[in-house]
């Protein structure tokens, strides 16, 4: 197993260095600059000079790669050229925010998913199983911007129970020694702090978790029917067990395999996908600094902020395999 | 008749139904798949007779300038946006790009990633590792974020949008086909085929990659649905078609996005042309998924 482990994380290394080199050479290839983003399109030939020369844009691109790698190697990721913070700081204020806004998602998805998924394969083609099996459908043809749109409408401008926008009420002064908000709160012991936020997760976790809600409903409906039919469930109810037991020890455990599979992609997918939830609900988070990044050209955020989602999704990936390997003898056993 | 005809006659009708012929039997008789087919028909004969169906041109002003539009009317149907255009005329109008975009970019998606699949799958070895490494990067970025980063580089004419949209799709059809091939490779017809002395490029495209395609198909019909979104996403943030008065369903949508309150059919109208239009290639999708699949086949 540590083998496999070892093996896989070794892979990263030359994916990354992949990914690193087109995006070094994709943010240089962008129309525009940095410079003429700061300074505006009429900007002087001079002034654009200058500020390049600032950044080290004049020189070679080999040496600008190699400056950035060696900086990579120690930890520093490079500094925005439009707020001048490291990016590196930037990262740690974004990256809670997406953290919380996805782990809400997945759990309201997997609250939902689970049980909705079970209880349709128990009535296999029954009313319940059509119907969730529709909503499910819907649900991934629902685009999340607009989903995102009317929750807004409904929830929040006609009845006015939750907030619009944004992590916590500006008024609101909570400390953040993580940056996850909801923590923050609690660990400070603001209780009415964790209201607000929560009040202000609620949306937007709805709106990004109910595409993953749609597929861990399907998945876990498709698990339990397979499971259902299998022999040692048969003997388990012919030998009397209570339904229930039954369901629960040989039915949900075997049936969560896949389960669990889609769960960490999906949480993978979300990690980096929230850019549409983020625009709508002005959710400081990764997605939309990305978005903002890219139109400003600000090439130190674009490249350290893919570079961070690459490496997440390729550690999720790994997860996925290794918790796989774990719950699965078989597969542990032919490594 | 002689024993000769009589033996063909009955090889005849052994003759199996075939892959395909027995798929749409069973298509045929899935509700889902026939509502998923109805809804695509429906936008598709709205594209096509765009021009028939509505009174007015997309871009053509036939109220009062400002304000907020006005609300659905018996005149027009879905109401006026704000520049004073018919929005029945325009949500209609953007079927035809819709469809015209999916279709596009699942194509080029679709070819890119078939090339890239069969040389990887039929040659294996260090083409098969360099390929699928390829793919991993492209995979290790978020799609979206690629389709926003490509824009950004290409510039935004619709050309250059539905470019985008398709090369996010390229790992996925690349990979499936991949799959697909090196699955077939092994099997005995393709064994059969070789020792009779099939050469390997016809023995490849008249044995194995029609063999492989079944996914691939369902995957493309289902990545239409995907493309739809997208490029709406993509016109959400911004960095749609950039050609002014365009009717996109995504555009009109982020237009309306900050006044929901005076506008709510201005966001819902679009909305839901996404919704029925990804609903449509999904149900079909997933019923040719259903019909194509041999173990459900008993």
């Known amino acids: 197993m540590l083998r496999f482990v070892v093996r896989r994380l070794l892979q990263l290394i030359p994916i990354l260095l992949g990914v690193s080199i087109l995006l070094f050479a994709f943010v240089r290839a962008l129309p525009g600059g940095p410079a003429i983003a700061l300074l505006g399109e009429r900007a002087t030939e001079e002034s654009v000079e200058r500020i390049e020369t600032e950044l080290g844009l004049d020189q070679p691109i080999y040496v600008q790669y190699g400056r950035y790698v060696r900086n990579l190697v120690q930890g520093d990721l490079g500094t925005s050229t439009r707020s001048r913070q490291p990016v590196l700081e930037e990262l740690k204020q974004k990256f809670p925010a997406t953290v919380e806004l996805a782990f809400a998602a997945m759990l309201f998805a997997i609250i939902l998913g689970i049980p909705l998924g079970f209880l349709a394969a128990k009535r296999y083609l029954g009313f319940l199983d059509n119907a969730s099996l529709f909503v499910s459908l819907i649900g991934i043809s629902f685009p999340v911007f607009f989903l995102a749109l009317l929750l807004k409408y409904v929830f929040a401008i006609k009845l006015g129970w939750l907030p619009t926008v944004g992590r916590v009420d500006v008024t609101r002064s909570i400390e953040h020694p993580t940056n996850f908000y909801l923590l923050d709160a609690v660990l400070t012991r603001d209780w009415e702090g964790v209201v607000d936020v929560l009040k202000h997760l609620v949306l937007p976790a709805i709106a990004l978790g109910t595409i993953p809600l ?122 | 008749m002689s024993l000769a005809q009589a033996e063909a006659h009955e090889l005849e009708l052994e003759q199996p139904a075939g892959l395909w012929k027995d798929a749409v039997q069973r298509l045929k008789r899935n509700p889902g798949a026939i509502i998923g087919a109805l809804l695509i028909s429906m936008f598709v004969f709205l594209a096509l007779f765009a021009d028939v169906i509505t009174s007015y041109g997309p871009g053509e002003q036939v109220g009062s300038l400002g304000g907020n539009g006005s609300p659905p009317s018996s005149e027009f149907w879905f109401g006026l946006d704000k520049q004073g255009r018919d929005y029945f005329s325009r949500v209609v109008y953007g079927a035809r790009l819709s469809l015209l975009v999916g279709v596009v970019s699942v194509s080029v998606g679709l070819s890119i990633g078939l090339v890239l699949g069969s040389i990887a799958g039929y040659f294996g070895r260090w083409v098969d590792g360099l390929l699928m490494r390829i793919i991993d990067i492209m995979l290790a970025i978020p799609s979206f974020l690629l389709a926003i980063g490509l824009v950004t580089l290409l510039g935004r004419g619709l050309v250059q949008v539905m470019i985008a949209v398709g090369a996010t799709q390229v790992p996925l059809f690349a990979r499936l086909l991949r799959g697909g091939i090196l699955a077939q490779k092994e099997s005995d017809y393709v064994l059969a085929a070789r020792s009779l002395g099939a050469p390997g490029p016809r023995l490849l495209l008249r044995h194995i990659i029609p063999n492989s395609l079944s996914p691939v198909i369902v995957q493309a019909t289902l990545s239409m649905a995907t493309a739809i979104i997208e490029v709406a996403a993509l016109s959400f943030v911004g960095l749609g078609p950039s050609q002014p008065g365009l009717p996109e369903w995504g555009l009109m949508l982020a237009d309306s996005a900050s006044r929901l309150e005076q506008g709510l059919h201005l966001v819902l109208f679009p909305g839901i042309a996404i919704v029925l239009s990804t609903l449509g290639f999904n149900m079909v999708g997933d019923g040719l998924r259903e019909a194509l699949d041999p173990k459900l086949k008993s």
């Open chain 1, 214 to 335: 749609a597929i861990v409903a399907r998945i876990t409906r498709a698990a339990v029917l397979d499971v259902l039919n299998e022999d040692y469930v048969r003997t388990a109810r012919a030998k009397g067990l209570d339904p229930s037991v039954v369901d629960r020890r040989h039915v949900m455990r075997n049936a969560m395999l896949p389960v669990v599979t889609v769960i960490g992609l999906q949480t993978g997918l979300l990690l980096t996908g929230a850019v549409l939830t983020e625009t709508v609900f002005a959710w400081p988070g990764m997605g939309s600094w990305m978005l903002e990044a890219i139109r400003f050209r600000d090439y130190a955020v674009i490249q350290g902020g893919i570079l961070f989602f690459a490496l997440l999704v390729s550690l999720t990936n790994l997860a996925v395999d290794v918790s796989y390997a774990y719950l699965n003898p078989k597969i542990r056993l032919s490594r």
